[in-house]
């Protein structure tokens, strides 16, 4: 059974530039995360999806950070424009019925 | 702000000693509360959790002991082992919203 899947694994952009993340979740996971992970702050959440409604979208984030479920299969999670400070780990999560939250292995973008 | 805090930052400890990693809450209408374990390069996976009936949660080496009155829990590793060096994260969830929130983590050593 294959688990929370995220490509890229590293991204390297400019500032100003676009960048846009993938997830695939756990297949039959109804609710997906992004986190924002960084040595200072930890997990900061980015957005919440339950079967593919949005139900929280980090205020912090808002005007940059665009999170989509464009079926329930995938995700994206666009950066729009990137900026160093932007510079973490991005983690994509995905649970079903029980309490147990899956992570994938993150993508590490470095902004300079 | 944080809702969930964590200490220390960082700990060492010595193989075969007991590793003490706190937590603390503020939303006193959190019931549940998962530790996560996360290795460098990986996701963080469930380690251990408890919900706010109990008081104690033991799972081989790793226990949870929770303070409800004082919105405080802590991961107690037994004889520490070098493969338990990781980072920990404490987390928490409020009944009926699936959202986990995260404090910024204890990165583990464990020194042979």
């Known amino acids: 059974d294959a688990g929370v899947t995220q490509t890229p694994r590293h991204e390297v952009a400019e500032k100003g530039q676009t960048i846009i993340l993938k997830c695939e979740p756990v297949s039959g996971h109804n609710d997906l995360f992004w986190y924002r992970q960084t040595k200072i702050q930890g997990l900061e959440l980015l957005s919440y999806?339950?079967?593919?409604?949005?139900?929280?979208d980090g205020g912090a984030f808002k005007d940059r950070f665009k999170a989509e479920m464009l079926n329930s299969s995938f995700s994206t999670l666009k950066i729009q424009p990137t900026e160093p400070k932007d510079s973490a780990v991005y983690l994509c999560?995905?649970?079903?019925?029980?309490?147990?939250?899956?992570f994938g292995k993150g993508t590490r973008l470095t902004v300079v | 702000q944080q809702q969930v805090r964590q200490s220390p930052q960082s700990l060492t400890v010595w193989e075969g000693e007991t590793a003490i990693l706190n937590c603390s809450y503020e939303?006193?209408?959190?019931?549940?509360f998962p530790w996560y374990q996360q290795f460098p390069g990986e996701g963080p996976a469930l380690l251990i959790s408890?919900?706010?009936?109990?008081d104690k949660k033991e799972d081989g080496r790793f226990t949870i002991f929770f303070n409800k009155r004082e919105k405080k829990l802590s991961l107690h590793i037994t004889d520490s082992q070098p493969g338990d060096s990781a980072t920990y994260f404490c987390?928490?969830?409020?009944?009926?919203?699936?959202?986990?929130?995260f404090g910024s983590g204890t990165k583990l050593t464990v020194e042979p």
């Open positions: 408890i919900r706010s009936v109990s």
């Open positions: 987390a928490a969830k409020k009944a009926n919203y699936n959202v986990l929130y």
């Open positions: 999560a995905s649970r079903t019925g029980g309490t147990e939250v899956f």
């Open positions: 999806f339950r079967s593919k409604s949005l139900m929280e």
């Open positions: 939303d006193s209408t959190f019931n549940y």
